[in-house]
């Protein structure tokens, strides 16, 4: 069977897995339907590629079930404020990870944390986590993944209790960058990069007030580089957001993030191109540094504060200084002690080195 004659399957599994049938509104089947299409059309995926994105495309499926669950159980959610977002955005590999992780440890922040990205609902006390079949559940995923290979640990950690990136609330609209960070599907890409973000964002939203409910005064804290190529979508949809933008020298975040991606991709895809996917990689991600660059503009440069990959090596307790001040956020008590001991016990490297060439992807410094 096809990917497009089994839409209505993928369906059926996500309401088997989850007891739920509402999947709100039919906004995101325009995407659904393109990238199956593409997969069909386009794709090389091996035996278990097959597999792998058929389960991300029902994982997708299931985050919306629980999402609109939610949405009905709790109807007050639509009248959380969320105000002044300090939202992490730049190329991948520039440090975004290690700087978001550090800002989470402030205690007036939160955090979309992975396990949340994936069944949006109420936050719980952090010490009911450890019996909530949804915890359990993301946490044995995660353990199994490293687990199975250990190396992608050291090219990115993820863990189900601390903070993760906004894509996978994005996933539930099928609009984001993750499809052809795993396979090649150039219809679904083109499509994806035409397409108004408005809608997703606008979810995005609802599912932060519904997983924020608990704590509506908390300012939000979110990270994700894929913010790059719709700025202007995001901003619509959180106006006085305080944007960190992080920067490093593209010749050595390019084959960091071919490494990243090609780490899941090769392994689901039958003959992979090396050469074929580093240019594609370099043409993705300077459409988005030029998106992003586009959408500043005109805007006060107030709003933002750019952050060079050196500086937070060199010092990062100095450099989030930095953007406390430049946006006039006051740091909770004990938040610095806080981030110093997180840095003290995820030292960089704690789980390996991860190098990379850009000779290894066919591309040269210039």
């Not at 089994?6 to 906004?27: I, K, M, P, V, Y």
């Not at 939202?87 to 550090?102: E, F, M, P």
């Not at 402030?106 to 009911?128: C, F, I, N, T």
Request: some cysteine; proline content about 6%; hydrophobic content about 40%.
């Amino acid at each position: 069977m096809s990917f497009r004659e089994a839409e209505g399957r993928l369906h059926e599994a996500a309401t088997q897995a989850t007891g739920l049938e509402d999947f709100g509104d039919t906004e995101y089947l325009e995407g659904l339907r393109t990238l199956l299409g593409a997969l069909d059309d386009e794709s090389e995926l091996s035996g278990i590629g097959l597999a792998v994105i058929e389960g991300m495309i029902v994982g997708a499926l299931q985050g919306r079930l629980r999402s609109e669950q939610g949405f009905s159980a709790h109807p007050e959610a639509r009248e959380v404020s969320i105000e002044r977002p300090l939202v992490i955005t730049g190329l991948a590999r520039t440090g975004t990870s290690a700087l978001h992780h550090l800002l989470a440890q402030d205690p007036a922040l939160q955090g979309l944390e992975l396990w949340l990205a994936h069944v949006p609902k109420p936050r719980p006390p952090r010490a009911e986590w450890p019996g909530d079949t949804d915890f359990v559940e993301c946490d044995a995923r995660m353990r199994a993944l490293y687990e199975r290979s250990p190396e992608m640990r050291a090219i990115h950690h993820s863990a189900a209790d601390q903070v993760d990136e906004c894509w996978y609330l994005l996933a539930q609209s099928f609009a984001h960058s993750g499809w052809e960070a795993n396979t090649h599907v150039p219809t679904y890409s083109q499509w994806w990069a035409q397409h108004d973000m408005t809608p997703a964002y606008r979810r995005h939203r609802r599912n932060l007030q519904l997983i924020g409910l608990s704590a509506p005064h908390r300012r939000w804290l979110l990270k994700d580089s894929t913010h790059l190529f719709d700025l202007n979508a995001f901003l619509s949809i959180y106006p006085d957001a305080l944007v960190v933008q992080t920067h490093r020298d593209p010749a050595r975040v390019i084959p960091s993030t071919c490494s990243l991606c090609w780490s899941a991709r090769a392994p689901v895809n039958e003959n992979p191109d090396r050469e074929a996917f580093g240019r594609s990689t370099l043409d993705l991600w300077q459409r988005g540094v030029e998106a992003s660059m586009e959408a500043r503009r005109g805007r006060d440069p107030a709003q933002f504060y750019d952050l060079q990959f050196e500086d937070f090596q060199r010092d990062p307790l100095a450099a989030i200084a930095g953007i406390y001040g430049h946006f006039s956020m006051p740091m909770a008590a004990g938040a610095e002690s806080a981030m110093a001991g997180f840095r003290r016990e995820n030292p960089r490297g704690k789980y390996g080195e991860h190098r990379a060439a850009l000779s290894d992807w066919g591309l040269e410094a210039d």
